[in-house]
């Protein structure tokens, strides 16, 4: 990969299909960016009746590098006067041109092709060399690399072809861990744009809190319940086990103290927007939570979701019983509730993605398309296709292709803040 032309890489890198293929040339002009350039540049190709094979463009830094792969011109001879023209444009223009001849096309793409999303808070030169060397190592080709945001992170995307996705994706998560970076790889196709489904887990995913801590902070057990809850989320307890021992401190408390609860909850930084632009895209949206009703419900309404599952604090006489009522939400519940919601929403499994921190996430991860672990525990991002270790939940989004620019395009457009 040319690290100071990503424009002409693709175009020009490549050696022809083959020896006998049809001349072409490559065009390249770089310089400083202003408005018509490209209409210059093919205005005077037009004179020489050239056919486009293959156009590439970059805007770095206010720098521009636009290539043309076009057929040499019809008339004999003119190939010449082309050079001249091209060459004396870019002049006047004080901009730099190269015309380079040579044969056929691009190569044709290797088998295996996947998109690799790469965030850095912040992404640095190493990390981006030891990341390519790796996918060189595999046998890949990186085909392009395009900027998907600038923050609250930087976020890039690389297409990559020549290797199977899962075998680049066990290289590369192995290389962003130890280049302190997220990294996410997934297969190139229709799907990848097509209608999904993301369910995400709630305490310390959605929200920065664990709700039942909240609930213990008013029935004075704050520091049993969060000792508890850690282990549970390390996969040191079973979770339905932990639960109903947590549960049952809150046994006695006012039921009221659920509005209180509900006003102390904080949602993740980045949680609003990733949810407003899902829904602009189509996207069904759905939360799963070890939590409970009480709140999840209060969340539905708020955030505008179409499904939702938690446990349920029983009620007696105004009162917690220390119990919960129904199915309990646990591992397994979740990956359960994912199918589910998938059913309801017309969607397969393998476009659905699931986000979530804990050991009890793990089924729902392992079960979906896409399983993202959020700031998560290292068993959990160990097991996960993903990481994202900074604390924006929209980072999501670039994970999906979705650049920063057109997240503030789309709420310019309906006046909504970009900022939760």
Same mark, same amino acid.
């Given at each position: ?38 209409? /210059? ?23 521009? $590098?636009?290539?043309? &792969? ?39 793409? /290797? ?93 310390? $995913? ?30 040191? &307890? ?42 602009? &895209? ?10 409970? $009703? ?61 986000? /979530? ?45 979705? $650049? ?17």
């Amino acid at each position: 990969m040319n690290a100071t032309d990503p424009a002409a890489q693709a175009l020009s890198a490549a050696p022809p299909v083959s020896t006998d293929a049809e001349r072409t040339l490559l065009v390249k002009v770089f310089g400083k960016d202003r408005p018509g350039i490209t209409a /210059g540049l093919f205005g005077q190709l037009a004179g020489f009746g050239v056919e486009v094979i293959d156009i590439e463009q970059v805007v770095t830094r206010g720098r521009i $590098t636009l290539c043309a &792969l076009v057929t040499p011109p019809p008339a004999a001879g003119a190939e010449g006067a082309l050079r001249v023209t091209v060459h004396r444009w870019a002049e006047e223009h004080k901009l730099q041109a190269e015309v380079i001849s040579g044969t056929g096309d691009n190569r044709s793409r /290797g088998e295996g092709r996947s998109h690799v999303t790469v965030l850095g808070h912040p992404l640095t030169a190493a990390a981006v060399a030891a990341l390519s060397t790796r996918v060189s190592e595999t046998g890949g080709n990186i085909d392009r690399v395009f900027r998907l945001a600038k923050y609250p992170v930087t976020a890039v995307e690389l297409t990559i072809s020549g290797v199977p996705t899962e075998e680049l994706r066990g290289v590369l998560a192995a290389e962003a861990a130890a280049q302190r970076v997220d990294i996410a790889v997934v297969r190139s196709g229709l799907h990848r744009r097509a209608k999904r489904l993301i369910v995400m887990d709630v305490d310390s $995913t959605l929200i920065q809190d664990e709700v039942i801590e909240l609930f213990a902070a008013h029935a004075g057990c704050e520091e049993q319940v969060a000792a508890v809850t850690e282990q549970a989320m390390r996969g040191e &307890l079973d979770f339905a086990e932990s639960l109903r021992a947590r549960v049952a401190l809150l046994a006695g408390l006012d039921a009221d103290v659920t509005e209180k609860v509900r006003a102390e909850v904080r949602l993740t930084p980045g949680a609003r927007t990733l949810i407003r632009t899902l829904k602009r &895209l189509g996207y069904q949206v759905a939360i799963v939570s070890g939590g409970f $009703t009480q709140v999840t419900d209060h969340l539905v309404e708020r955030l505008g979701l179409d499904f939702a599952a938690a446990n349920t604090l029983e009620v007696e006489d105004g009162k917690f019983t220390g119990r919960v009522t129904g199915e309990i939400v646990d591992r397994a519940g979740k990956a359960r509730w994912l199918a589910r919601f998938a059913e309801r929403a017309g969607v397969p499994l393998e476009q659905t993605v699931a986000i /979530g921190d804990g050991a009890n996430d793990l089924d729902m991860l392992n079960a979906a398309g896409l399983g993202v672990a959020f700031n998560a525990k290292p068993v959990v991002r160990q097991q996960a296709d993903t990481a994202v270790n900074v604390p924006f939940l929209d980072t999501v989004l670039y994970l999906l292709g979705v $650049t920063r620019e057109e997240v503030e395009a789309a709420d310019e457009l309906d006046g909504t803040p970009t900022e939760d």
